[in-house]
């Protein structure tokens, strides 16, 4: 494991807060996000995924994270998020990122997934890099999300995937606006007393900011959030007016909309000042 995110889990575990993993998809999104890390002094996960490498490029992207992450003065935690394939997984590694997330839901959890993981596993290992495993996914559109798993069978997916960190479905939706799914907070406090490794939750934007906060305080300590930041970008670019044809204007406008939903998720979890103290 990368040793020098160990101690931010381990603070946020055992202080019950949760660090934002915020995803990024150009210069702009990734500026409003450390910015947002910056004036509130939180560590932050700075996520790139597979689909955003895609629209404008793994190394681009990388490019700017690394720069950004020089420069700030946060501890800034570059995640691949949501690796399609082993081998996008690997991609990542090779360009430095600090942590990567493989999706694992399109097969079995008790053969085929572990045994990726554990090869995962070891080039994490190689890489000093987190290795984030999925036994179960929440919904996006069409797609229903998994669940079911009784607390034991989680317990030991995460042990025989050595993973890092672990997701599974406590009732989020992806891509769905703040305040449209429910928290299971029952379940989640007892996978926390269970698990021998941290716990993260995607589609931290369905869920409304209480809901966000109950769920650092019951112990997830990665908390994903993409759709409720990238709605405050696109709506602060519209509408385009005559005035405003330097794009520099308009971006400028979606960057600070993005750095305040940015702000105001990082309060609710809980890991304002918490960069100062590590």
Same mark, same amino acid.
């Given at each position: $494991?990368?040793?020098? %995110? *160990?101690?931010?889990?381990? #603070?946020?575990?055992?202080?019950?807060?949760?660090?934002?993993?915020?995803? $990024?998809?150009?210069?702009?999104?990734?500026?409003?996000?450390?910015?947002?890390?910056?004036?509130?002094?939180?560590?932050?996960?700075?996520?790139?995924?597979?689909?955003?490498?895609?629209?404008?490029? *793994?190394?681009?992207? %990388?490019?700017?994270?690394?720069?950004?992450?020089?420069?700030?003065?946060?501890?800034?935690?570059?995640?691949?998020?949501?690796?399609?394939?082993?081998?996008?997984? $690997?991609?990542?590694?090779?360009?430095?990122? #600090?942590?990567? =997330?493989?999706?694992?839901?399109?097969?079995?959890?008790?053969?085929?997934?572990?045994?990726?993981?554990?090869?995962?596993?070891?080039?994490?290992?190689?890489?000093?890099?987190?290795?984030?495993?999925?036994?179960?996914?929440?919904?996006?559109?069409?797609?229903?999300?998994?669940?079911?798993?009784?607390?034991?069978?989680?317990?030991?997916?995460?042990?025989?995937?050595?993973? #890092?960190?672990?997701?599974?479905?406590?009732?989020?939706?992806?891509?769905? %606006?703040? @305040?449209?799914?429910?928290?299971?907070?029952?379940?989640?406090?007892?996978?926390?007393?269970?698990?021998?490794?941290? $716990?993260?939750?995607?589609? @931290?934007?369905?869920?409304?900011?209480?809901?966000?906060?109950?769920?650092?305080?019951?112990?997830?300590?990665?908390?994903? %959030?993409?759709?409720?930041?990238?709605?405050?970008?696109?709506?602060?670019?519209?509408?385009?007016?005559?005035?405003?044809?330097?794009?520099?204007?308009?971006?400028?406008?979606?960057?600070?909309? =993005?750095?305040?939903?940015?702000?105001?998720?990082?309060?609710?979890?809980?890991?304002? @000042?918490?960069? @100062?103290?590590?």
């Amino acid at each position: $494991m990368a040793s020098w %995110v *160990l101690p931010l889990l381990q #603070d946020a575990s055992i202080k019950r807060y949760a660090i934002p993993a915020f995803n $990024m998809f150009n210069l702009e999104s990734a500026q409003a996000i450390v910015r947002a890390a910056e004036s509130l002094q939180s560590p932050i996960f700075l996520q790139i995924s597979q689909n955003a490498s895609r629209y404008a490029g *793994l190394r681009n992207l %990388v490019s700017i994270a690394h720069t950004l992450r020089a420069e700030a003065s946060v501890p800034v935690i570059l995640h691949f998020d949501h690796a399609e394939s082993y081998a996008a997984a $690997m991609e990542a590694l090779a360009v430095g990122f #600090d942590s990567v =997330m493989l999706e694992t839901h399109t097969k079995n959890a008790d053969v085929a997934s572990i045994r990726e993981l554990h090869q995962l596993r070891d080039a994490t290992n190689n890489h000093e890099a987190l290795l984030e495993a999925e036994l179960e996914v929440v919904a996006k559109g069409e797609r229903p999300g998994t669940g079911g798993h009784s607390a034991d069978s989680v317990v030991r997916f995460a042990r025989e995937s050595r993973c #890092d960190l672990l997701s599974v479905n406590l009732g989020t939706k992806h891509k769905q %606006v703040r @305040g449209s799914s429910r928290l299971d907070l029952a379940r989640l406090e007892a996978l926390v007393a269970a698990l021998p490794v941290p $716990m993260v939750l995607h589609g @931290g934007s369905s869920l409304s900011l209480e809901e966000l906060s109950k769920a650092a305080r019951s112990g997830i300590v990665k908390i994903n %959030v993409a759709t409720e930041l990238t709605r405050a970008f696109t709506a602060a670019l519209l509408p385009i007016e005559n005035a405003d044809l330097d794009p520099r204007v308009y971006l400028h406008r979606a960057r600070a909309a =993005m750095q305040t939903a940015a702000q105001q998720i990082i309060a609710a979890l809980g890991s304002g @000042g918490r960069a @100062g103290s590590l």
